[in-house]
């Protein structure tokens, strides 16, 4: 056992209060630079994504994009233009396969003497020497017709003379 115990501390308070100034002032020092670093950072990031710097960059853009714009208008108007009238293309009838198909039943013995496109449909005269001739074209263009390739066919009239029988029918 030891004779020297002291249960008194040796410690001065002196030296313990400097000790904890010292603790206070890397604490606060250690604040400081962080609030200060955090503070650039943080102007930093709103300098960057700020609305006035949004608007600054989009004017730069525009003002390099303004050539362009009367360009860009011009194609956009020719585009548009293209577009309409190919619609109207595709849209329109197809006469001349109407005609090849209206054409194509008649075997020669058939004399067509007038024909006439309008927009109330097709009116066809013709006119042969026999009725059976007659009879089969007027077959085919009605095959044309359940086919759908024509809408349908109205016969006006059927006239015979000395020269023969006269049709005179109308093709929607």
Known sequence: MSVNINLVDNKNS??????????????????????????????????????????????ELLSELEPLSETSAKVFILNSKLSDISKILNSRSNYSEKVKLIENG?????????????????????SSFSLVEIDEYLNYLIGLASDEQILGILLNSL??????YKVELSII
């Open 14 to 59: 002196e030296s313990t209060r400097r000790e904890k100034v010292k603790k206070f002032r890397a604490i606060s020092f250690g604040v400081l630079f962080l609030t200060a670093f955090l503070s650039v950072i943080i102007f930093a990031i709103d300098y960057r994504f700020s609305a006035s710097y949004v608007q600054k960059q989009e004017a």
């Open 106 to 126: 008649n075997n020669g013995n058939i004399s067509i003497e007038e024909f006439k496109i309008d927009s109330n449909g097709t009116k066809l005269s013709f």
């Open 159 to 164: 006239t015979a003379d000395e020269n023969g």
